[in-house]
């Protein structure tokens, strides 16, 4: 792992000293340092909280400034009852809708937050900037250590005991990578299956600038995308998987901008003739990730799909890891939800909760009713 985290922290005081030391250094804001370094001014207090990047909620709840957030988004909400029994204020906060497509940010100016915890696109954080919001964008990383790394970010610009948070996350994160990897290190190249990992449709997946690679790496398994020259979420074809020929396909993400549920993905991938010589399928190794209050494959739950991964792709080798304890213990710590047996089991099998009414469109949810 490199120590891109602590040199986020680092540039980010050396940031607010040069501010704070300069003449013309404003009392009512502070810089800090952003994913990729860059300069980031946000407001010395906030008490008015904008989460619209997906993983940004979950990170707030993390950082214990839930009771701050003013305004969340659809992808936060309508894709996972869980959020709405996990977090405590998920079904009282204003929804901005469509964030996927684009942000609306006269909207999210009618609610007055202090800062903005938005996708990366240079136009809607320009329209902030003219707005005089701060913004801090997210990305999901190229690489494990930008999970903490964004987290970090997040908390640096909340301040107060934030950074005492997410160092107990980063912490958490390093413990669980090493107990996987302490065994995965030693498989050789000929143990470890070939691994497939679609996100929204199987013909969707993430290539060598992405970090799913390296999540099965660790998790045991060989990427079949790690020469991919790809980021998240890149469209193939169907010859394309077909010549990658996986042992093993993980579907995540579906259910986004109205198409269908990872349940009916792996459905209609097994009815259709087409797929029946590809390895995976033929073997009936396909499998959903659990989501819970997000999604696993981006966010502050991917130390999780790594355990579960590994889980599965070598469960003689990790019987005694227990992913309804490890589930368990993660929303206790971090989301300060104690789960019974019965809500865990439920999340890892991808059901909803007890009572859980679904939307009129199925699309709108990816879960078993």
Known sequence: MNNKPAAIVLAASVLAASLSGCGGGQTDSRAIAGIDGSPIKVPAQIERIATVYGPSYESMVLLGAEDRIVLCS??????FPWATVIFKRMNIVPILQNVHTAVNVEEVM???PDIVFGFPRSNEERKLKEARIASVPGRTGGTLA????LLQVYAEALGGDAPVRAQAYSDYFDEKLKMVTDVTGKLAAGDRPSVYFAGIDLLTTYGRLSDIPELIQAAGGQAVTETLEAGERVS??????????????FIDH??????SSVEQVMKDTYSDGRYSRIKAIADSRIYLSP???????MGLQKILLLMYMAKTLHPELFRSLDMQEELKEFYSRFFQYDLT??????ILKRENPDNFQAPAN????????
């Open 341 to 346: 047996d019965a809500e865990s089991e439920k």
């Open 146 to 149: 930008e999970v903490k790394g």
């Open 291 to 297: 989501s819970g209050v997000y999604f696993w494959d």
């Open 254 to 259: 579906g259910g986004i901008n109205e198409r």
């Open 110 to 112: 009618t609610h007055h």
């Open 236 to 249: 193939i074809n169907f010859e394309q998987l077909a010549a990658y020929n996986p042992d093993f396909i």
């Open 362 to 369: 199925p699309a709108q949810h990816n879960h078993h009713k």
């Open 74 to 79: 659809d992808v936060q909400k309508d894709n």
